[in-house]
T-cell receptor, first 110, second 116 residues
Framework: EDQVTQSPEALRLQEGESSSLNCSYT??????LFWYRQDPGKGPEFLFT???AGEEKEKERLKATLTKKESFLHITAPKPEDSATYLC???????????FGQGTTLQVKP | GAVVSQHPSRVICKSGTSVKIECRSL??????MFWYRQFPKQSLMLMAT?????????EQGVEKDKFLINHASLTLSTLTVTSAHPEDSSFYIC????????????FGDGTRLSIL
């Protein structure tokens, strides 16, 4: 069964304290993995697409990496404005539908 | 680029009212649009997939007569919640894709629907 699991569910960091979020997936034939950021009361904002194992993408304090079984979202020296829920998702076969993980809610305290 | 606009952002109305939500892709052609529902502290739940010019495909358990979807152009899809009741209150989010299955979806900012 295709499945996406994120951990931890919640993460509290002090400003400047680097950490990583995990997204484990089980899909038949990976067609990409997407990371999104969602702020309360808003729709998800696209961050990264990763297509193959070993690929890395960076944007400001965020770096996403991909292996054959999981993806990590590394947050370096986070700031309070990085507080949000981070979602990962993979496409289901050729339908275009996305399977979402449950998300990791990140809180960065000043 | 890849901007999706969703309106209205918030609706409060009486039970029995029908409510229409619009989803527009502003700077790209969206052959496929998706409608999601999100409950508090939960991830997105796909309701239906909408392809331009054809009937929407609904997920199991979603009433197609309750949630009417129209995708009349490559930039506009609408979701109409018919005869809404308090249990339909939720956060509805649309997304749009350029049509390739392995391209990311881009999301609107959601509509908070409250039925009194």
């Amino acid at each position: 069964e295709d499945q996406v699991t994120q951990s931890p569910e919640a993460l509290r960091l002090q400003e400047g304290e680097s950490s990583s979020l995990n997204c484990s997936y089980t899909v038949s034939g990976l067609r990409g993995l997407f990371w999104y950021r969602q702020d309360p009361g808003k729709g998800p904002e696209f961050l990264f697409t990763l297509y193959s194992a070993g690929e890395e993408k960076e944007k400001e304090r965020l770096k996403a990496t991909l292996t054959k079984k999981e993806s990590f979202l590394h947050i370096t020296a986070p700031k309070p404005e990085d507080s949000a829920t981070y979602l990962c998702a993979v496409p289901l076969s050729n339908t275009g539908k996305l399977i979402f993980g449950q998300g990791t809610t990140l809180q960065v305290k000043p | 680029g890849a901007v999706v606009s969703q309106h209205p952002s918030r609706v409060i109305c009486k039970s029995g009212t029908s409510v229409k939500i619009e989803c527009r892709s502003l700077d790209f052609q969206a052959t496929t649009m998706f409608w999601y529902r999100q409950f508090p502290k939960q991830s997105l739940m796909l309701m239906a997939t909408s392809n331009e010019g054809s009937k929407a495909t609904y997920e199991q358990g979603v009433e197609k007569d309750k949630f009417l979807i129209n995708h009349a152009s490559l930039t506009l899809s609408t979701l109409t919640v018919t005869s809404a009741h308090p249990e339909d209150s939720s956060f509805y989010i649309c997304s749009a894709s350029g049509g390739f299955p392995n391209q990311p979806q881009h999301f609107g900012d959601g509509t908070r629907l409250s039925i009194l």
